[in-house]
């Protein structure tokens, strides 16, 4: 069974970091591309960043881009989301997805909630 | 902003069929493959349908997906009160090199 644990959110104020985790079981991780997702209160999903399965590949939304990095340590069978320079506008609820090998569709973590406030 | 987009909301009766429309480009999906997915309340998502009409293990055939030229349709047949909950459309944006999601829908069963 896939399943995918994040960790690492709470509350920072605004131009702080945070890095956000995601452990990976159940499947061979080092094959799969690996996402963030967001979801900020009352609001739609908004896709944040995603790594091709050997980290070739990475790409980020225009929002977030120049302040937050996507990684992932294969060995460790884990992702990572460092947060860097937030703003109020990134509080949300921040879900580690797994795509599919080919084709479309995310599997989804519970999701990690970062709030950003004074 | 989303750069897909669903009705904010649809409504059925229990045992009724609704559809749900996910419209974008040729940049999104036009030329990619389209996925849905479900969120209950309190949730996280959960996928519905892959790969334009694909069900993933688990789900019920009353889900069906489908793409037509650069826009998706969810069917849900057989209406049923867990059914009630937030529907998005996602894909691959080729021009953006992003991923995409629609506006979301919220399904409600009268």
């Known amino acids: 069974e896939v399943q995918l644990v994040e960790s690492g959110g709470g509350l920072v104020k605004p131009g702080g970091s945070l890095r956000l985790s995601c452990a990976a079981s159940?499947?061979?991780?080092?094959?799969?591309?690996m996402n963030w997702v967001r979801q900020a209160p009352g609001k739609g999903l908004e896709w944040v960043s995603s790594i091709s399965s050997s980290s070739s590949y990475i790409y980020y939304a225009d929002s977030v881009k120049g302040r937050f990095t996507i990684s992932r340590d294969n060995a460790k069978n884990s992702l990572y989301l460092q947060m860097n320079s937030l703003r109020a506008e990134d509080t949300a609820v921040y879900y580690c997805?797994?795509?599919?090998?080919?084709?479309?569709?995310?599997?989804w973590g519970q999701g990690t909630l970062v709030t950003v406030s004074s | 902003q989303s750069v897909l987009t669903q009705p904010p909301s649809v409504s059925a009766a229990p045992g009724q069929k609704v559809t749900i429309s996910c419209s974008g480009s040729s940049s999104n999906i036009g030329n990619n493959y389209v996925s849905w997915y479900q969120q209950l309340p309190g949730t996280a998502p959960k996928l519905l349908i892959y790969d334009n009409n694909k069900r993933p293990s688990g789900i019920p055939d009353r889900f069906s997906g489908s793409k037509s030229g650069t826009s998706a349709t969810l069917g849900i047949t057989g209406l049923q009160t867990g059914d009630e909950a937030d529907y998005y459309c996602g894909t691959w944006d080729s021009s953006l090199s992003e991923g995409v999601f629609g506006t979301g829908t919220k399904v409600t069963v009268l």
């Open positions: 997805a797994r795509s599919r090998l080919v084709g479309s569709g995310l599997d």
């Open positions: 159940g499947f061979t991780f080092s094959s799969y591309s």
